[in-house]
């Protein structure tokens, strides 16, 4: 397999970005399945990143092997409105095609986002998996995320 390249996402890969984030979030292993697959909801995304970017306080990386995207990861950092003794960062989605899985693409995706979020001065990095998600929890243990909050639902 040829090598991977990272890439920081700008204002215009946004677009390609989002058509992989339509094939994640209707992945049955890495997404809960609550967000509808659709173009509304897809310039939603492309909103919400745009803003974050133009803020100033998230960013995506995205893998690329020869030339076609196959993964990535959107994190944010918070400036709060209250006074808190350690400042957040957030990964808010990591994500690689199927195919391309166990090929070490997350595991430096993830790496790049860290490193960028520990650059800012951060002081904790919080995330949230599915509990069933095996492949990717074994990857954030590898970096020393341990369970932190249990988050409890039930359906109707």
């Given at each position: 397999?040829?090598?991977?390249?990272?890439?920081?996402?700008?204002?215009?890969?946004?677009?390609?970005?989002?058509?992989?984030?339509?094939?994640?979030?209707?992945?049955?292993?890495g997404?809960?399945?609550?967000?509808?697959?659709?173009?509304?909801?897809?310039?939603r995304?492309?909103?919400?990143?745009?803003?974050l970017m133009?803020?100033?306080?998230?960013?995506?990386?995205?893998a690329?092997?020869?030339?076609?995207?196959?993964?990535?990861?959107?994190?944010?950092?918070?400036?709060?409105?209250?006074?808190?003794?350690?400042?957040?960062?957030?990964?808010?989605?990591?994500?690689?095609?199927?195919?391309?899985?166990?090929?070490?693409?997350?595991?430096?995706?993830?790496?790049?986002?860290?490193?960028?979020?520990?650059r800012?001065?951060?002081?904790?990095?919080?995330?949230?998996?599915?509990?069933?998600?095996?492949?990717?929890?074994?990857?954030?243990?590898?970096?020393?995320?341990?369970?932190?909050?249990?988050?409890?639902?039930?359906?109707?």
């Amino acid at each position: 397999m040829r090598e991977f390249e990272i890439h920081t996402a700008s204002p215009e890969n946004l677009r390609d970005l989002s058509l992989l984030w339509l094939e994640f979030i209707q992945d049955d292993i890495g997404s809960d399945l609550n967000i509808v697959p659709n173009k509304e909801n897809a310039e939603r995304w492309i909103k919400f990143v745009r803003s974050l970017m133009h803020k100033n306080r998230g960013a995506i990386k995205y893998a690329t092997l020869s030339g076609e995207i196959v993964g990535y990861v959107l994190y944010r950092w918070e400036e709060n409105v209250l006074i808190l003794y350690k400042r957040k960062g957030t990964i808010l989605d990591l994500y690689v095609k199927r195919s391309y899985r166990g090929k070490g693409i997350g595991t430096k995706l993830l790496e790049e986002a860290l490193n960028d979020l520990k650059r800012r001065g951060l002081d904790f990095v919080q995330l949230n998996v599915i509990a069933s998600n095996e492949m990717a929890i074994n990857l954030y243990k590898k970096f020393g995320f341990e369970e932190y909050f249990k988050v409890m639902r039930r359906d109707f």
